[in-house]
Structures are given as structure tokens and as C-alpha cells.
């Protein structure tokens, strides 16, 4: 089991591939968002399909991630698992439906792995705590303007490259 300065050096790395995870799939960098799970987990080209059908009807989405719990997997009768572990992870989503706007409370139940000298997913499970329709909209405002005017939609996701191509591949026909 990893000790001291390994075991903080491996949960640093570990808490930055949910940030990641949450960045990614925000912005729509589909390719970098599929690459933050090891390779054998699935076929990367159905986790990718998936997770494109998952997010293609969406507008934007804000995923905000706190308490991340690690705990590094236990020795069994193969040895000690240094290159293991498993985490739970709270995270706040905001997300732009075609129905109107949802919050949501989820949790992540996650399997990491060290690959190739970077963490990576194994699997993660999506567990829906709530969510909630609001009454505000936040993206049918104008434009905020920013620094002007600080009430209305802002330049991310929208002026990102990894966006606009995702919405003009997966545009309603």
C-alpha cells in the first residue's frame, strides 16, 4: 500500500483526473475525456459513442466536484496494490436541457488505476442523489458582456474549439 509522500503525490493525481473529467466533459473534448480511462476498460470507441449520445442533447453543463474520498486498494493473496484504488466523489451539476435548466446532486463511485505512469479511470458509476428544475434560464438571457455587464451568457463553453466542433457534429437534423 502506498505510504508518505507516494501516497499524496497518487491522490493529487487522482483528485486532478475527476477535475479533469468534469473540464472535459463540460467543453466537450470528447477524444481527452475518452483518454481518462484505461484502455482495456471498454472500447473506447463505444465509451465514446456513449458518452456522445449521453451529452448531445444537453446544452451547457458545469460540473463542480468537492469531497473526494481515495482509498488505495488493500493487499489480497496477489500482493500489495500500489497501482490501484478507489474513490467516491460529490459532485454539483448544472445542465442546460432542452426542457429548461436542471441542478443536480451526484455521486461518483470510482475505480482508478495507475497506467503507464498516469491515474486512470477503471470504471465510474453515476449515482443521482437529486435533481431539481429551476425556474431561471440561464442561458435565454442576452449576452453579459463581461466586464460591462455582469448579468448573462458568458464566452465558456461557447468559444471554445473543443464546443463548436462537438455542436456542429451532433447538431438535430
Not at 436542471?102 to 488505476?113: G, L, N
Request: proline share 6%; hydrophobic share 35%.
Amino acid at each position: 500500500m502506498l505510504t508518505g509522500v507516494d501516497a499524496v503525490i497518487a491522490r493529487d493525481e487522482i483528485r486532478q483526473l475527476a477535475y479533469r473529467y468534469a473540464w472535459l466533459l463540460d467543453t466537450r473534448d470528447m477524444d481527452r475525456l475518452v483518454g481518462l480511462f484505461v484502455p482495456e476498460t471498454r472500447n473506447r470507441g463505444e465509451l465514446h459513442a456513449e458518452l456522445t449520445n449521453q451529452l448531445a442533447p444537453l446544452g451547457p453543463t458545469i460540473l463542480l466536484v468537492a469531497n473526494h474520498i481515495i482509498d488505495f486498494d488493500p493487499d489480497d493473496d496477489e500482493g500489495p496494490h500500489d497501482d490501484r484504488a478507489r474513490g467516491i466523489v460529490y459532485c454539483r451539476g448544472y445542465i442546460s436541457e432542452p426542457a429548461g435548466f436542471v441542478e443536480q446532486m451526484i455521486v461518483y463511485t470510482d475505480r482508478y488505476r495507475s497506467d503507464d505512469g498516469h491515474w486512470r479511470f477503471v470504471g465510474r458509476r453515476h449515482e443521482l442523489v437529486y435533481g431539481v428544475r429551476t425556474a431561471e434560464q440561464p442561458y435565454e438571457q442576452g449576452p453579459a458582456d463581461w466586464p460591462t455587464h455582469s448579468v448573462g451568457v458568458g464566452t465558456i463553453p461557447g468559444r471554445l474549439d473543443t464546443w463548436q466542433r462537438f455542436a456542429r457534429e451532433n447538431a438535430p437534423r
